[in-house]
C-alpha cells in the first residue's frame, strides 16, 4: 500500500528533523572544541610567544651592552647590564619556564630545558 500525502509529509518532516539535529550536535562539538583551542591560545601560546621575543631582545641588549663594555668603558652600560642579568633575565625565564609547563610538544620542551642551561 502507497503511503498517502501525508505519510510523505511526515518522512520529509523526520528527515528535516533529524538532519537539523544532527547538524546542531556537529556544530556544538566544533564549537566546544574551537572554545578550548582559543583558551589555550590565550592563555599558553601567545604569552608564550611574547616572552620568547621579549627574550630574544633581552639577548640583544645584553650582546650589545657587552660589546660597548668592551669597546666603551661605560658605568651606565655596565649598570644595566648587571641589572638585566640579576632581575629582568632570571624573571623572564621563570616565566617562561612556567609556561612552558603547558606546552605540548616534547621536542619544544627539550629544545627549551637545553636553552635554558646554558
Keep these: ?40 591560545l590565550r592563555t599558553t601560546t601567545l604569552p608564550s610567544l611574547d616572552n620568547l621575543s621579549e627574550l630574544k631582545n633581552m639577548m640583544m641588549d645584553i650582546k650589545k651592552l657587552t660589546s660597548n663594555l668592551v669597546y666603551i668603558s661605560n658605568n651606565k652600560d655596565h649598570e644595566r647590564l648587571l641589572h638585566i642579568l640579576s632581575e629582568d633575565y632570571p624573571e623572564l625565564t621563570a616565566k617562561i619556564k612556567n609556561l612552558s609547563k603547558s606546552w605540548n610538544d616534547a621536542g619544544e620542551l627539550r629544545l627549551m630545558d637545553s636553552l635554558m642551561k646554558k
Excluded: E, Q, R
Design 1 to 40: 500500500m502507497k503511503p498517502g500525502i501525508a505519510g510523505k509529509l511526515a518522512i520529509t518532516y523526520i528527515i528535516i528533523i533529524a538532519f537539523i539535529v544532527v547538524t546542531g550536535v556537529f556544530s556544538l562539538f566544533v564549537s566546544n572544541k574551537n572554545n578550548k583551542l582559543t583558551s589555550d
